[in-house]
């Protein structure tokens, strides 16, 4: 089984610039979600879909920020436009229920500078 | 205080020894309770789920789960230096599916 994709692993851009994350969920898992670490803080959400439509977004710091799944399929995150705490690792995830945990990909390193 | 709260260590154990890590939380509605590794430059990875009040044993890896007292722990069992890793604690938002995490304890295995 293929697991959670991200892509790029790491970004560097200026800020005021637009960057768009990717990420492919396994395959069957209705539910995806975005998180992301902030150096030196906690893990924290940013939205949750099932499948095509957003179930949660209450993670979401600013409208700088869309989220979006096409088809119920992947899903991108894109920031526009980008500023210096926007810096950190954005991490997908994907289940098919809460209860059984969720699998992670491996991040995205954003870097703003 | 945080939802979720873990000390961040480092947490050094001798190699063979047992690493204790704990986690109290705050939300009393919560019934599911994760545990995740991570490496360093690496995603997080579930090694334990626990919904019950109790131990729940997994090879080398036992979760203990307190409703009452609010607090799951993680005991691993014959450390090796390949556990040495940062843990996290994570435990879903009462009705949601939205997880809390805690910031993590650094575990180091001393060879």
């Known amino acids: 089984e293929a697991g959670v994709t991200q892509f790029p692993s790491h970004s560097v851009i200026e800020k005021g610039q637009t960057v768009t994350l990717r990420c492919d969920p396994i395959?069957?898992?209705?539910?995806l979600y975005w998180y992301r670490r902030v150096m030196g803080k906690e893990i924290k959400f940013l939205l949750h879909?099932?499948?095509?439509?957003?179930?949660?977004e209450s993670g979401m710091p600013n409208n700088r920020f869309l989220a979006e799944r096409t088809g119920g399929t992947y899903s991108t995150l894109k920031v526009q436009p980008a500023e210096l705490e926007d810096s950190g690792v954005y991490f997908c995830?994907?289940?098919?229920?809460?209860?059984?945990?969720?699998?992670f990909g491996s991040g995205t390193r954003l870097t703003v500078v | 205080q945080k939802e979720v709260e873990q000390n961040s260590g480092p947490l050094s154990v001798p190699e063979g020894a047992i690493a204790s890590l704990n986690c109290t939380y705050s939300?009393?509605?919560?019934?599911?309770f994760f545990w995740y590794r991570q490496y360093s430059g690496k995603s997080p990875e579930l090694i334990m789920s626990?919904?019950?009040?109790g131990d729940k044993e997994d090879g080398r890896f036992t979760a203990q789960l307190n409703k009452a007292s609010q607090y799951v722990s993680l005991l691993i069992r014959d450390s090796q230096p390949s556990d040495s890793a940062t843990y996290l604690c994570?435990?879903?938002?009462?009705?949601?599916?939205?997880?809390?995490f805690g910031t993590g304890t650094r575990l180091k295995v001393l060879a």
């Open positions: 626990i919904y019950s009040n």
């Open positions: 995830a994907s289940s098919q229920s809460s209860h059984y945990g969720y699998t």
């Open positions: 939300d009393r509605g919560s019934q599911s």
């Open positions: 395959s069957g898992h209705d539910n």
């Open positions: 879909f099932v499948k095509e439509s957003k179930q949660d």
């Open positions: 994570a435990v879903p938002h009462s009705g949601t599916y939205k997880y809390i």
